[in-house]
């Protein structure tokens, strides 16, 4: 289970925007679900496979989710879900700790709440005394790529993750927390 003590203190500075960040809940799968599935659909058409992308759908993602939802951090205006990050902590070499995903509504993007979410993984982990964290995304993602480059990231590693029958470069960046 996350601990919510790091989280009531970064919402101290997001009060001016009505946004907080809290630990997700179960009532909150069925959101966490839609935006995945309508994120990919969107943002991943023409560089994900469209069979991959058109077998998505929010049932489905909501069995996958709703085993992990413990490990996720929702952003929220009021009662609505406008994005969600999962934490973890990691195994890799020059990280102790990861974003595993970070998504917005797709109609909030350019709002601040991705930069929110990031913000609320830093302090988290630093609350945990984690040192660097890893993020991994499709290299053909340009606006996620430029978004972690902003955010502080540096690009770190490529690898290759499949989805469906095919195989595509990812890449990964480092933040020193």
Same mark, same amino acid.
């Given at each position: ?23 997700? *809940?179960?009532? !909150?799968?069925?959101? #966490? +679900? ?11 058409? $023409?560089? %994900? ?43 890799? *070499?020059?990280? !102790?700790?990861?974003? #595993? +995903? ?11 709440? $991705?930069? %929110? ?61």
């Amino acid at each position: 289970m996350i601990d919510s003590s790091d989280t009531n203190k970064f919402n101290e500075h997001l009060k001016q925007n009505k946004m907080y960040v809290r630990p997700a *809940e179960k009532d !909150d799968v069925r959101d #966490i +679900a839609e935006i995945c599935v309508e994120d990919w659909k969107i943002a991943y058409k $023409g560089i %994900i496979g469209d069979d991959f992308l058109d077998s998505m759908n929010v049932d489905d993602r909501y069995q996958i989710e709703v085993k992990r939802y413990d490990k996720q951090f929702v952003a929220t205006d009021g009662d609505k879900v406008l994005g969600y990050s999962w934490l973890e902590e990691a195994d890799d *070499e020059a990280a !102790d700790c990861e974003v #595993i +995903a970070l998504y917005v509504r797709y109609n909030q993007r350019k709002n601040g709440i $991705g930069r %929110i979410l990031m913000e609320h993984a830093f302090e988290h982990f630093r609350g945990l005394g984690k040192k660097s964290m890893i993020v991994w995304c499709l290299k053909d993602n340009l606006e996620s790529r430029k978004f972690y480059e902003k955010m502080g990231g540096r690009e770190y590693r490529i690898s290759l993750h499949k989805w469906g029958v095919k195989d595509y470069t990812i890449v990964s960046y480092l933040f020193d927390l």
